[in-house]
């Protein structure tokens, strides 16, 4: 999903507003700066499993990534209004 959504498909970006909500504000409320451990840890996956790996590929790999958890992120950040939580009307 992450690498769709560099590609502009629509319908990764609802994946990751899900996924943004899922970990955000309203309900697992990760830190975003545990974000950056979550790439280090990926690339370190990548780094032992790929053989054809390089500094370029791992840029690729972290701007891909970045642009993806930014969004996923700011997807996160957006309180929904709680409907059940607001006073009865009349
Ligand atoms: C350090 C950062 C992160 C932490 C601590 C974290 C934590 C978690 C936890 C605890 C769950 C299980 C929740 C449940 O099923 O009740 C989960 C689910 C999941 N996480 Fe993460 N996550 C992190 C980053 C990410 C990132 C960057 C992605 C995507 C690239 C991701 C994708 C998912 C997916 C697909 C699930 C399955 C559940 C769902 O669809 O919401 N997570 N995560």
């Known amino acids: ?3 769709m959504y560099e590609d ?6 609802m994946a990751l ?3 943004g909500h899922s ?3 309203q309900e697992m409320n990760i830190d ?3 974000y950056q451990y979550w790439i280090d840890s990926m690339v370190a996956a990548v ?3 790929d053989p054809q790996f390089s500094p370029a590929l791992e840029k690729q790999w972290r701007d891909a990534m970045r642009k993806g958890i930014n969004y996923m992120v700011s997807a996160g950040q957006v309180e929904t209004i709680n409907l059940k ?3 009865a009307l009349g």
């Open 17 to 19: 507003d899900r996924l």
């Open 85 to 87: 939580s607001q006073p």
């Open 1 to 3: 999903m992450m690498i």
């Open 47 to 49: 780094k032992e499993c």
């Open 32 to 34: 975003p700066k545990m």
């Open 8 to 13: 502009g498909t629509q319908v990764a970006k």
């Open 23 to 25: 970990h955000g504000k």
